[in-house]
Nanobody, 127 residues
Framework: QLRLVESGGGLVQPGGSLRLSCVGP????????VGWFRQAPGKEREGVSC????????HYDYSVKDRFTIARDNAENTAYLQMNNLKVEDTAVYYC????????????????????WGQGTQVTVSA
């Protein structure tokens, strides 16, 4: 089900930054964990990062750790992915996803756990 909307993608040079946003017009993000996934051309979709309802727990794929930061503002029903020091290999369509949970301090980068998805936003890193 597509109930989330991503924005903030674009074209950026290597070393540059972008901030992706995810809003949930069809799902109240504060009710669940949020994840960011990406799919590069010719590759399977992969987990990038996730954040728990409380924001106390977050996980990152090793390829983006120390460069990407996930955050959420439950009052604004919005989640973010701040991407710094972007590399050519970060080029992909980025998806926001969420699933409802009663657990405040849990998230996962297992794709099958997520029920709600956005349509994706293109991030292109190129000189």
């Amino acid at each position: 089900q597509l109930r989330l909307v991503e924005s903030g993608g674009g074209l950026v040079q290597p070393g540059g930054s972008l901030r992706l946003s995810c809003v949930g017009p069809g799902f109240t993000l504060s009710y669940g964990a949020v994840g960011w996934f990406r799919q590069a051309p010719g590759k399977e979709r992969e987990g990038v990062s996730c954040i728990s309802r409380s924001s106390n727990i977050s996980h990152y794929d090793y390829s983006v750790k120390d460069r990407f930061t996930i955050a959420r503002d439950n009052a604004e029903n919005t989640a973010y992915l701040q991407m710094n020091n972007l590399k050519v290999e970060d080029t992909a369509v980025y998806y926001c996803a969420a699933f409802a949970t009663g657990l405040q301090n849990m998230c996962t980068m297992t794709e099958s756990a997520y029920d709600y998805w956005g349509q994706g936003t293109q991030v292109t890193v190129s000189a």
